[in-house]
C-alpha cells in the first residue's frame, strides 16, 4: 500500500522551532512533487510549502515565507518541513502530500497520496 508517513510533530512554544519529517512506503515518490499541508481547528486543508519533483523549485504560503523551509532527500526521507519563529496560529495538525506530477502545483486536488499527520501545537 502507497503511503506517506509524517513524524517530529509535538508541543513547542511560541519562537521555538520543528523540524517534520515525511517517509515514503509502497513506491518511490522521487520526480514528484511533495507538499505540506495543514488543518487548523476548525478550519479548512491549507497549502504550507510544496517543493517540484527535482527540488529545484519551492512555492510557500505568504505567511509561511521566511520562517519556514522545505526540502527534499529522496536518498533518505522524501520531504522535510523546518518551521522556525513558531507562532500559536501555526498550530494545526500538519499532512504530508505526495503529487500528482512533477512541477509544483497549489490545489489539493494536484495530490494523490496522504499521510495520517501529524499534530503540531504551539504555545503562547
Known amino acids: 500500500q502507497v503511503q506517506s508517513v509524517e513524524s517530529g510533530g509535538g508541543l513547542v512554544h511560541a519562537g521555538g522551532s520543528v523540524r517534520l519529517s515525511c517517509a515514503a512506503s509502497?513506491?518511490?515518490?522521487?520526480?514528484?512533487?511533495m507538499a505540506w499541508f495543514r488543518q487548523p481547528p476548525g478550519k479548512e486543508r491549507e497549502l504550507v510549502a510544496a517543493?517540484?519533483?527535482?527540488?529545484?523549485?519551492?512555492s510557500y504560503a505568504d505567511s509561511e515565507k521566511g520562517r519556514f523551509t522545505i526540502s527534499r532527500d529522496d536518498a533518505k526521507n522524501p520531504v522535510y518541513l523546518q518551521m522556525n519563529s513558531l507562532k500559536p496560529e501555526d498550530t494545526a495538525v500538519y499532512y504530508c502530500?505526495?503529487?500528482?506530477?512533477?512541477?509544483?502545483?497549489?490545489?489539493?486536488?494536484?495530490?494523490?497520496?496522504w499521510g495520517q499527520g501529524t499534530q503540531v501545537t504551539v504555545s503562547s
Open positions: 502530500a505526495v503529487g500528482r506530477y512533477v512541477l509544483i502545483h497549489v490545489g489539493i486536488n494536484d495530490y494523490d497520496t
Open positions: 509502497g513506491r518511490s515518490f522521487r520526480d514528484h512533487s
Open positions: 517543493i517540484s519533483g527535482s527540488g529545484g523549485s519551492t
